[in-house]
């Protein structure tokens, strides 16, 4: 009925596992928990040697680093059962009802299906605060597609066509996932299910990963039309206006002026969203080719 997805790479995945797999024998509906080395550290080899113990888990083993999204195509590839909920492997299951939660959604035969995520309130070490505030405050909005705790049917998956030049960089494939269900007429269909997220990036690892992210966008536009990705991302909608009215000069001159106050916000202990919104705009904006 229901296969668990799940990617992992350099992470102790274990506890999330156990709660999964736990739940699953509670409720005992057909299942199993595809899990993908997606070629960590040999460090971790004894967690995975762990998990593998437990019947409801299958374990994939990557040689080289393939990235999340190509992971879960491959297990998607391999999974028995018609619908896949796709995790993170630092989410923390926080409802022992998690999974009755979702065969109670499987049975409706809804195609799509976000649970939704919790971040911690408090606020975590300076160094994370970025990280932490972006994702409390921007992947917590409505109608947004995020594989971190989502459900999704095995067809509807199969049948995305992701270009292969896209999963080779990182960043942006739940965007193109967005926008080619979009395009099928499939929309978004949202529950309070969430798991717990605590997984956060120093802010110097978190502005690297938005500007390989901001490549893969740019890269992007050589498979889709502006309109569609603009419908669902709102930074290269701003771009792409300020590119064909003519006006990028004058955004670039702010930024210019403004540089270094920007960066010395981005570090501190209370960053502002809208400078690192300036931050990635004008990096997009100074792409040449991705």
Not at 18 to 41: C, F, G, K, T, W
Not at 131 to 136: D, G, L, Q
Not at 276 to 290: E, H, Q, S
């Amino acid at each position: 009925m229901i296969s668990i997805i799940l990617p992992v790479r350099n992470n102790d995945a274990t506890g999330l596992v156990y709660a999964i797999h736990r739940q699953l024998e509670n409720i005992a509906i057909p299942s199993e928990i595809l899990v993908m080395d997606d070629a960590s550290d040999e460090a971790y080899a004894y967690l995975f040697a762990e998990i593998r113990k437990l019947p409801l888990v299958k374990l994939f083993h990557s040689p080289s680093r393939r990235g999340a999204m190509p992971s879960r195509i491959e297990l998607a590839k391999n999974a028995r059962y018609p619908y896949l909920l796709m995790l993170d492997s630092d989410n923390l299951i926080i409802n022992e009802h998690f999974m009755q939660e979702w065969l109670k959604v499987v049975r409706k035969n809804l195609p799509v299906v976000s649970g939704g995520t919790l971040f911690p309130d408090n606020p975590p070490a300076e160094e994370y605060i970025l990280c932490w505030k972006y994702r409390k405050e921007r992947e917590t909005q409505q109608g947004l597609l995020i594989t971190r705790n989502l459900l999704i049917r095995k067809d509807i998956f199969l049948s995305i066509n992701f270009p292969d030049e896209l999963l080779q960089h990182y960043g942006h494939d739940d965007t193109w996932l967005g926008i080619q269900l979009r395009k099928k007429g499939i929309r978004l269909k949202e529950i309070k299910n969430p798991c717990l997220n605590e997984g956060f990036d120093t802010a110097e690892l978190f502005i690297k990963k938005a500007e390989q992210a901001l490549g893969n966008l740019k890269r992007m536009r050589r498979f889709e039309t502006a309109g569609n990705i603009s419908a669902q991302v709102k930074l290269f909608r701003t771009a792409y206006i300020l590119q064909q009215t003519g006006l990028a000069f004058l955004f670039k001159g702010y930024y210019a002026v403004n540089k270094k106050r920007i960066h010395k916000n981005l570090f501190s202990s209370n960053p502002s969203l809208k400078n690192f919104d300036y931050y990635r705009l004008n990096y997009l904006l100074n792409l040449k080719n991705a």
